[in-house]
């Protein structure tokens, strides 16, 4: 089973400013990678897939990149409703995992 | 507004039995796979089965395989996932969640849509 790991578990970030999160696999995911926000009391919400491909309907300040192994979501400039938990995702392999997650909150 | 709508939820005793349905409101997905994955503060977002366009391909997660049966009714617009021998280890929130693979033998395996989830928790 492929491991996700994601760092930091928190991020503390000003509105405005840029994000960047980050989420290891421990196995080669040939950009089969999926990122998620997730709000409490509400379902996930597909924002990347593909490693660096936006999901319809979100916005451009939203971006991913990454190696074969190291992954990161980069928000350009916060606002207030991007403050929740992002979630990486690998369907390179079976079983698909996800990681832990990072929970970004206001600084 | 496009939205799953999971329904069938509700404590049950450990060995017990749970039905759970997804309903398509404003969302077609007779043409999709379909997912169940479940979420719990302890071992987080975890995948749990899968079932192609027409039924014909199902597969699950370890820790549920032998127990959960994913099914479909298309003219329902409908997924299931029967759950047997229930444990503690089972309880979560299950969502489901569409493919946006049309084909009948290759998922994407990424999810888009979710339902809104519902708790499944089991104990004595």
């Known amino acids: 089973e492929i491991v996700m790991t994601h760092s930091p578990a928190t991020l503390s970030v000003s509105p405005g400013e840029r994000a960047t999160l980050s989420c290891r696999a421990s196995?080669?995911?040939?950009?089969?990678l999926a990122w998620y926000q997730q709000k409490p009391g509400l379902a996930p919400r597909l924002l990347i897939y593909?490693?660096?491909t936006r999901a319809t309907g979100v916005p451009a300040r939203f971006s991913g990149s990454g190696t074969e192994t190291e992954f990161t979501l980069t928000i350009s400039s916060l606002q207030p409703e991007d403050f929740a938990m992002y979630f990486c995702?690998?369907?390179?392999?079976?079983?698909?995992?996800f990681g832990q997650g990072t929970k970004l909150e206001i600084k | 507004e496009v939205q799953l709508v999971e329904s069938g939820g509700g404590l049950v005793q450990p060995g017990g039995s749970l039905r759970l349905s997804c309903v398509g409101s404003?969302?077609?997905?007779?043409?999709?796979?379909m997912h169940w994955v479940r979420q719990d503060p302890a071992k987080g977002l975890v995948w749990v089965a899968r079932?192609?366009?027409?039924?014909?391909?199902?597969d699950y997660g370890d820790t549920v395989k032998g127990r959960f049966t994913i099914s479909r009714d298309n003219a329902k617009n409908t997924v299931f996932l029967q759950m047997n021998s229930l444990t503690t280890e089972d309880t979560a929130v299950y969502y489901c969640?569409?493919?946006?693979?049309?084909?009948?033998?290759?998922?994407?395996?990424?999810?888009?849509?979710w339902g809104q989830g519902t708790l499944v928790t089991v104990s004595s």
């Open positions: 969640a569409r493919d946006h693979s049309t084909s009948t033998f290759v998922p994407f395996n990424w999810f888009a849509p």
């Open positions: 404003g969302i077609g997905l007779s043409s999709y796979w």
């Open positions: 079932i192609n366009r027409d039924g014909s391909i199902m």
């Open positions: 196995e080669s995911l040939d950009n089969k």
């Open positions: 593909a490693k660096s």
């Open positions: 995702q690998q369907y390179n392999s079976w079983p698909y995992t």
